[in-house]
Nanobody
């Protein structure tokens, strides 16, 4: 049974940082590209960032470029999202997702992803 478990969310003030983690089990982690998506109340789930199986290729949404950094540790079956200079508009539930893809660039479409975590809440006050 595949499980993706996010952690690290919380309440912060604008300008602060948070580091999210997503621990995967039940799958061969290095065969999967990993992505982070987010969803604020009343909005569609949106792509944030993704990383390919080996970590050499990443893609970021324009809204987070220069502030967020994705990384992964295949020895720990974990993907991380370092979020700096947080803004109130970054507040959302953040989901990690796994896409069975061991070649090529990671993808931005939510439909490409096979497994999803339950999400972790990030709240940013101004």
């Amino acid at each position: 049974q595949v499980q993706l478990v996010e952690s690290g969310g919380g309440w912060v003030q604008a300008g602060d940082s948070l580091r999210l983690s997503c621990s995967a089990s039940g799958l061969t982690f290095f065969n999967y590209a990993m992505g982070w998506f987010r969803q604020a109340p009343g909005t569609e789930r949106e792509f944030v960032v993704a990383i390919n199986w080996g970590g050499a290729s990443t893609i970021y949404a324009d809204s987070v470029k220069g502030r967020f950094t994705i990384s992964r540790d295949n020895t720990k079956n974990t993907v991380y999202l370092q979020m700096n200079s947080l803004k109130p508009e970054d507040a959302a539930v953040y989901y990690c997702a796994a896409d069975y893809r061991f070649s090529g660039r990671p993808l931005v479409g939510a439909r490409e992803y096979d497994y999803w975590g339950q999400g972790t809440q990030v709240t940013v006050s101004s």
